[in-house]
């Protein structure tokens, strides 16, 4: 069973940074199409960035120059950088995998817990 553990949210204020992790467990997250979203309070899920056989990435406009997805492959770890944090990026970040290059909300296979990043300003 493939098993998306995420970590690392917090509370932090505008400008600063943060890290999340997944924690892929049950298969290699190279193999996979990986992508995180968020979904804040009355939104709807979103795409946010997504990396393909461990190499192309993609992001969604408003986040381009600030997050960056990457993976290590000792530690079969996702992760997403998101530096210059904004009030609007408060939301739960949620690691998810899927087995084609398809990456969206409702494509994606296997889904993590949600971590949660609050950004005050």
């Known amino acids: 069973q493939v098993q998306l553990v995420e970590s690392g949210g917090g509370l932090v204020q505008a400008g600063e940074s943060l890290r999340l992790s997944c924690a892929v467990s049950g298969g290699t997250f190279s193999s996979f199409a990986m992508g995180w979203f968020r979904q804040a309070p009355g939104k709807e899920r979103e795409f946010v960035a997504a990396?393909?056989?461990?190499?192309?990435?993609y992001y969604r406009d408003s986040v381009k120059g600030r997050f960056t997805i990457s993976g290590d492959n000792a530690k079969n770890t996702v992760y997403l950088q998101m530096n210059g944090l904004k009030a609007e990026d408060t939301a739960v970040y949620y690691c998810?995998?899927?087995?084609?290059?398809?990456?969206?909300?409702?494509?994606?296979?296997?889904w993590g817990q949600g971590t949660q990043v609050t950004v005050s300003s």
């Open positions: 998810a995998a899927g087995r084609t290059p398809v990456v969206r909300t409702t494509t994606m296979d296997y």
């Open positions: 990396c393909w056989r461990g190499s192309a990435t």
